[in-house]
């Protein structure tokens, strides 16, 4: 397993891409680190998707050169898994030409906590239960770069917050590179090493914002309180002016 | 709760029994003549007659082997044919409105040819189910392929599945569930089409069957094959039902 050294590189330089007239990206640059976790947040339709997107080699860019390295695997909002294969069928396919996969996948399922699932198939889960498997799915194997859009932003508020603990647990034990996407600035907040925040459209990242604190992060923590509040007043969401708020 | 169970139960039983009564009351009364409307009893005789003549089952034995023969051969090119047609969007275009052209025409259009082409016996007959089954197949299994979701391929494609794999392991389970359904439709088509294929390309069979009946002014002996006819097609439906259950394809009529 590669689950102690392992390398990927992950660049866009001067990366500008448009849908016909439309311009979404302009002039953009981001060079993702080996091992950390960047989430991407800004106003919805601003090309965060479209990001992900160049990144994982879905699209080309109209202009400008991406560099990657390494084996990308994406988890979507919802129904990312094959349906007719069980959870256990759905961890494997990322073990497949893997030896000793039996011994992961069963490390797997332990580490998402779907001991006695492993027969069940998707329909038969709960939505958080569905992400999880996505989650062991892309950590399975020697996969090196984890791209997430909005992966949890279809549960409900409380799932939401568990599964941004199961995400951190599952890198604790098996360290990826991950750009992770999402409109949810607490979940930026508390999973981020770097938040990048992105204008309007065409966007580009108007704020970089490093965030030092030890993980797991609680909601309430100072240094996550302190991270919203910037990413807040980046987006110029923070209304707090009580008599102006009308 | 019982007492719903035992009406769903009932019910049917009952339907059943009032449409047997009605033919027997209809029968017993002389609405219509006996020789054009035959009582169950004379139907109950005729099934007896055919049943000790060995005439009943040889004529099952020959019409389910050629839907068989015909189903199977139009399965086996069909589904490939549509798998295919549904991954590229030229071959949709190229072959769609042929297909469909041949689809709206009645299998029964191609008798005159089927006869002179295969003359008599098992060949026509096989040859019009398969003329009735293998566009519909063909067609349904494209449209089920060419809409599945591209999730399933861009998550395919980040695990390295192509080709052979691509096909077996994702495109094909994706649209088994359609699959199945269209098969159980297409089968339905194949069991009218044997009664009327049979009719006049063949020696034996249920459908010739009941065109000896009329030769022979039997209608009892007609109105037996009708009752084969039927209580077999829903049997084997039913197997054909049995499909939908299988674990790797319940998703597909579970939403």
Known sequence: MKDKTFTSKLTLENVSHSYGNVAVLKDLNLIVNPGEIVVLVGPSGCGKTTILNLLSGHINPVSGTIQREGIIRTVYQHDGLFPWLTVS?????????????????????????????????????????????????????????????????????????????????????????????THDIEEAAQLADRVLVLSNRPATICRELNIKAQKPRGLTDPAVIAAMEEILNELGLNITDKTNSL | MMKSRAFRFLLPILVIIGVLLTWFLISYFNLFPAYAFPSPQAVMMSFREEILAGRLMNDIIASLWRVAIGFVLSALLGIPLGLWMGQHLFARKSFVPVLNFFRFLSPLAWIPFAILWFHI?????????????????????????????????????????????????????????????????????????????EMVGCQDGLGYGIWEARNGLRLDSAVCYMIVIGLLGMGIDRLLSQLTKLPGVRWGYER
């Open chain 1, 89 to 181: 069928e759905n961890i494997s396919m990322g073990l497949r030409g893997t030896e000793s996969a039996e011994k992961e996948l069963l490390e797997l399922v332990e580490l998402i906590r779907l001991e006695g699932f492993e027969n069940h198939y998707p329909h038969e889960l709960s939505g958080g239960m569905r992400q999880r498997v996505e989650l062991a799915r892309v950590h399975a194997g020697d996969s090196d770069i984890l791209l997430m859009d909005e992966p949890f932003s279809a549960l409900d508020y409380q799932t939401r917050l568990r599964m941004r603990n199961e995400l951190i647990r599952l890198l604790e034990q098996r360290p990826r590179t991950v750009v992770f996407v």
């Open chain 2, 121 to 197: 016996g098992d060949k026509p007959a096989i040859f019009l189910i398969f003329m009735a089954t293998f566009f519909p197949l063909a067609l349904a299994t494209m449209v089920a392929v060419a809409s599945i979701p591209s999730i399933y391929f861009r998550v395919a494609r980040d695990y390295n599945y192509k080709g052979i794999e691509l096909l077996t392991k994702v495109t094909f389970p994706a649209v088994l569930p359609q699959v199945i359904t269209a098969l159980r439709v297409s089968y339905g088509i194949a069991w009218v089409v044997i009664v009327a294929a």
